[in-house]
């Protein structure tokens, strides 16, 4: 049997309806827009994709864009300069630096250097540490699009084993914290653990997040698991043409998976969903505001 296809595309727009009916609320209802400032600095091809369709949901939504390209020979100052007056903007409510930066840039030191209380991607070393003690704190967002996911295909999560294929600091260990709220059972795995296909056997749970066509098989997966497929990988279609592709072999895990992500339209719309549902939050916390109900 054909596993069910949790359309990621469908639930990150019923999320971004919820954000701009919420926006639209806090105009009318406060004379507060909630503004996101997405910083690039260079040219990368990805990553000015990924900036445009920021720009263009965030003002979709109700909110304010603040978008700053610069040159991939910025110095680590001034991208600093440019931290610190976002920081000090209030109209601003929340900050991308969009990953990877140029090689003479310390991503760290810019990452830390970001206002916690507008790092809409939950990098900042006080969200990682609040997120992982249990405190309240603004939440990555793509892992919190998996989790999302997950829950709607599975319900309760609790005493679920979840493996999670991949260890970046951006999805596999904030997935892992997030899961583990959930009172999930969690294996992080990674390019140096033994008996890869076996550790995922075991899981209820299936997270592929490590940039590597399709290495997951349909093998690896325990059947009725919910599969979820963060990677995307470009590859060469043979007609001088590219596609995307994830981290799982689809036509082979949805024959055994209960729930699976596809790629694309599963995991990847949901980033831009929640990075506007936390500027929404980050918004309505500089104005004491309570944090708003989303999913
Ligand atoms: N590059 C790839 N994913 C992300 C993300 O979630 N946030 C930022 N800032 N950069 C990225």
């Given at each position: 049997m054909s596993a069910q296809i949790l359309d990621g595309k469908a639930v990150a727009a019923e999320i971004r309806e919820k954000v701009a009916a919420q926006v639209a609320a806090l105009k009318s209802g406060h004379g507060l827009t909630p503004g996101l400032a997405?910083?690039?600095?260079?040219?990368?091809?990805?990553?000015?994709?990924?900036?445009?369709?920021?720009?263009?949901?965030?003002?979709?939504?109700?909110?304010?864009?603040?978008?700053?390209?610069?040159?991939a020979g910025t110095g680590q100052d001034e991208l600093l300069a440019l931290i610190d007056r976002l920081n000090n903007d209030p109209a601003v409510h929340g900050i991308l630096v969009q990953l990877p930066l140029p090689g003479q840039l310390d991503e760290d030191l810019v990452i830390n250097a970001i206002n916690p209380a507008k790092d809409v991607d939950g990098f900042h070393l006080e969200n990682v540490g609040r997120l992982s003690t249990g405190q309240d704190s603004l939440v990555p967002c793509t892992p919190a699009g998996c989790r999302i996911l997950a829950r709607r295909a599975l319900g309760d999560l609790t005493g679920k084993e979840a493996v999670i294929v991949g260890r970046s600091n951006i999805v596999g260990k904030p997935l892992a914290q997030l899961?583990?709220?959930?009172?999930?059972?969690?294996?992080?795995?990674?390019?140096?653990?033994?008996?890869?296909?076996?550790?995922?056997?075991?899981?209820?749970?299936?997270?592929a997040a490590v940039g590597r066509a399709e290495l997951v098989r349909g093998d690896w997966v325990k059947p009725g698991a919910c599969v979820i497929d963060v990677g995307i990988n470009r590859i060469d279609a043979g007609n001088g043409k590219t596609r995307l592709i994830g981290d799982v072999a689809f036509d082979e895990a949805k024959e055994v998976a209960g729930s699976i992500t596809p790629v694309p339209g599963g995991v990847g719309p949901m980033t831009i969903a929640l990075l506007l549902a936390n500027t929404l939050t980050a918004a309505c916390a500089a104005n004491g505001l309570p944090a708003p109900t989303l999913s």
């Open positions: 997405v910083v690039l600095v260079g040219e990368d091809p990805a990553s000015q994709v990924y900036v445009r369709n920021k720009k263009r949901q965030t003002v979709e939504a109700g909110m304010n864009s603040f978008e700053h390209v610069l040159d899961l583990l709220a959930d009172n999930c059972t969690v294996t992080i795995a990674h390019s140096r653990t033994r008996n890869l296909a076996d550790v995922c056997r075991r899981a209820d749970i299936l997270v």
